[in-house]
């Protein structure tokens, strides 16, 4: 990981917020480190929130979704 640089995901099924969570804390990543998860966009229920890394390893998974990792 390099401050300050921001990393854009898709997911999928298998590797959806919560195991992308887990992986990039097991690279190293700082578990304060800002995570937006951006799901169903452009739909009545659009969904988009921010939390951390260690919340989103540990929260329900969302699947086929656009994170974006600070």
Do not use: R
Not at 10 to 36: M, P, Q, R, V, Y
Request: proline fraction near 3%.
């Amino acid at each position: 990981m390099t401050e300050g640089k921001i990393l854009g995901l898709l997911t999928d099924g298998e590797f959806n917020s919560a195991t992308i969570s887990k992986i990039l804390l097991e690279c190293g990543w700082d578990e304060k480190s800002s995570i937006t998860i951006c799901a169903k966009l452009s739909y009545p229920d659009e969904k988009i929130f921010t939390t951390t890394l260690a919340e989103a390893a540990q929260a329900e998974p969302v699947n086929h979704c656009i994170l974006i990792v600070k």
